[in-house]
């Protein structure tokens, strides 16, 4: 088993930039395919960005790719999202989320195993 805690949310303007991270316990973290969700009030939760054990493959949703980008670090095991480019629709509470590796559609929720309590990210005009 693996448990999720992310931190790094905060409330930054238009524009700005925000790092997520993750921490994992346990020592299979460099055997999960971890990913990144977000779930706005009144909305359903939805995939973010995924990343492959060792880091090498990635995978965004449309909405984010060329503001975040996943990553991961096996030896601290932690993943991180960094944020750039903060809109006034990416305000929502970030989880991160780990199966294992096996094949699996990873921009479904149900597909994972482990989620974290969330962090808050809020943009302001």
């Known amino acids: 088993q693996v448990q999720l805690v992310e931190s790094g949310g905060d409330k930054v303007l238009t524009g700005g930039s925000l790092r997520l991270s993750c921490a994992a316990s346990?020592?299979?973290?460099?055997?999960?395919?971890m990913a990144w969700f977000r779930q706005a009030p009144g909305k359903e939760r939805e995939f973010v960005a995924a990343?492959?054990?060792?880091?090498?493959?990635?995978y965004y949703a449309d909405f984010v790719k060329g503001r975040f980008t996943i990553s991961r670090d096996n030896a601290k095991n932690t993943m991180y999202l960094q944020m750039n480019d903060l809109r006034p629709a990416d305000p929502a509470v970030y989880y991160c989320a780990g199966r294992g590796n096996s094949y699996a559609d990873l921009a479904a929720r149900y597909v994972y195993d482990y989620w974290g309590q969330g962090t808050q990210v809020t943009v302001s005009l």
């Open positions: 346990g020592r299979t973290f460099s055997s999960y395919r």
């Open positions: 990343i492959s054990v060792t880091g090498s493959s990635k």
